[in-house]
Each structure stands twice: as structure tokens, then as C-alpha cells.
């Protein structure tokens, strides 16, 4: 630890007096003559003035160490810092995609009952990643509300709550990889035209009606288009050789008729009388 010199000033009685003695050669000495001395100040030698030397060489030197130490450690903490923010970038970076839902609900203006499963690029560490779904398209109906749940570490579901037919949200991550299925439904076989990153994968049919059809399984979106376009073909022909469809019209012309011969069987009657 550096030694501070205590400096103080000479105090005496007379501090501008001299002595002035001629010599023989022609010159002249100066011999202070202060009178009483109040107060002895500090020497201005070369003792006390290469203390002081010393001193500012080392203070110098410290701060060159501590500089140095200060260079090492910002280093160390940039570095830090940098390697946040790469697992920042890699936890909370932006996955933009998008995918098409379908409405599997077969019922006369039903409602959408079932989901998509997204599965996420990058594994997140919490489920606070935020979503910013937008519908960009919409086929035979309403949307009503688009619905994210069921959210986990790798991925989430999604699916809307209208009567719509199809609905097309973007906002999904790309990257991300979705699975597509259409739920079994009574006298329905589902068929799929699928486009993936832009490119049109063979369309795939369910072998038989009543039956669950996988349109995309662990497909991963890309850049461009992505589409899943669901037909589902109703078997309105029985083994009765009926159509379906069109039987409540058959019921009402029958019951027409029906009626029909009874009032003509019931005028008869009034008349034979």
C-alpha cells in the first residue's frame, strides 16, 4: 500500500528576510533570516520526491492489471451473453407456416368436432411460446373460432369451432410437422389431395366407407404452399337400391297418394248412397 508523504509548509516569523553578506570576489550571499520558526514544513528533497515517483509508477501499473482483468472479464461476460442469446434465438425464434383444417362433422350443418396436430421444429424448454394464427382462406362456411390447445414442449393442437368445410390459418411454423386425419363417419369414405412445401404428393383414399383416413402423417411444412383438400364421398345408394337422398321425397309422394285414393274411395261412397 502506497505510503501518502504528509506535505506542510514552513511558517516563520520574517519569510521574505535575508542576510546579505558582500564577499571579497564582488559577489553577494543571501542568508535566510526568518525569525522564530512557527511551523518546520516538509523538504522538498529528492527522497520525498522519488516516494511520490514510485507511487504514481504503481498506481500505472495497477490500473494496467485491473484493465486488463476488466478486458478478460467483459470478454467472458460477451461470450456469456452470446450463448443466451443464441439459446434465446433457438427457444423463442419465429416459425411461420401454413396448413389447411378440415371439418370432419358430417352432421347437416355441423360443427367442427375435430383437430390438427402441429408438432414444433425446435423442442421449447416452456409452453409460454406464444401463436399468432390468421385465417387466410375459408370453404363452406362459417369459421367461428380457431382454437389452440392441448400445447406441449414439441408441439400443439388446432382446430376451429365453425361449420366451415375447410379452413386455411397461417402462422403455423414451418418447419414444423403436422399430421392430418379424417375421423371415420357413417356412410362416408374421405379421399386427400395433399401439397406439401409447394410440391403435390400422390392423393391418398380411404380402402373402404366408414373407415378413418390418414391424409398426411409427419409431413413437415416448408416455405410454400401447404394444403390438405379432404372430399368425403357419401354412399347414398344401399343395398335396397334406394337413394338415400332422395327417400324422404319418395315417402311424401307415397303418402300423397295414399291420401289421395282414400278421398276418391271416400267421394265413391258418398255418392253409391
Known amino acids: 500500500m502506497y505510503g501518502m508523504t504528509p506535505w506542510k509548509d514552513e511558517v516563520v516569523q520574517y519569510p521574505y528576510r535575508y542576510k546579505e553578506t558582500q564577499n571579497s570576489d564582488g559577489t553577494v550571499e543571501h542568508e535566510p533570516s526568518p525569525g522564530t520558526v512557527m511551523q518546520q514544513g516538509t523538504p522538498q528533497s529528492a527522497t520525498n520526491f522519488n516516494h511520490m515517483e514510485n507511487g504514481i509508477h504503481d498506481a500505472h501499473v495497477a490500473a494496467a492489471i485491473f484493465m486488463q482483468y476488466q478486458m478478460h472479464y467483459v470478454e467472458a461476460r460477451e461470450k456469456e451473453v452470446d450463448e443466451r442469446l443464441d439459446h434465446h434465438d433457438a427457444e423463442f425464434s419465429a416459425e411461420t407456416g401454413t396448413v389447411t383444417l378440415n371439418n370432419t362433422n358430417k352432421v347437416f350443418f355441423g360443427f ?162
Open 112 to 273: 367442427n368436432n375435430s383437430g390438427t396436430t402441429v408438432a414444433l421444429k425446435t423442442v421449447r424448454k416452456t409452453m409460454n411460446y406464444d401463436l399468432d394464427i390468421e385465417v387466410v382462406e375459408v370453404a363452406g362456411g362459417q369459421v367461428g373460432d380457431v382454437i389452440v390447445y392441448d400445447k406441449q414442449l414439441n408441439g400443439f393442437k388446432l382446430k376451429f369451432e365453425g361449420s366451415a368445410k375447410t379452413v386455411k390459418v397461417t402462422g403455423v411454423p414451418v418447419g414444423t410437422t403436422i399430421t392430418v386425419k379424417e375421423s371415420a363417419a357413417k356412410n362416408y369414405k374421405g379421399s386427400a389431395e395433399i401439397t406439401i412445401n409447394g410440391a403435390q404428393l400422390t392423393p391418398v383414399s380411404a380402402t373402404k366407407y366408414n373407415a378413418e383416413l390418414t391424409a398426411v402423417n409427419n409431413e413437415k411444412l416448408g416455405q410454400k404452399q401447404n394444403t390438405v383438400d379432404v372430399t368425403n364421398t357419401y354412399n347414398d345408394v344401399p343395398v335396397t337400391g334406394i337413394i338415400m337422398n332422395t327417400l324422404p321425397y319418395v315417402l311424401m309422394i307415397a303418402l300423397c297418394g295414399a291420401a289421395l285414393i282414400a278421398f276418391v274411395a271416400f267421394k265413391r261412397r258418398r255418392l253409391q248412397k
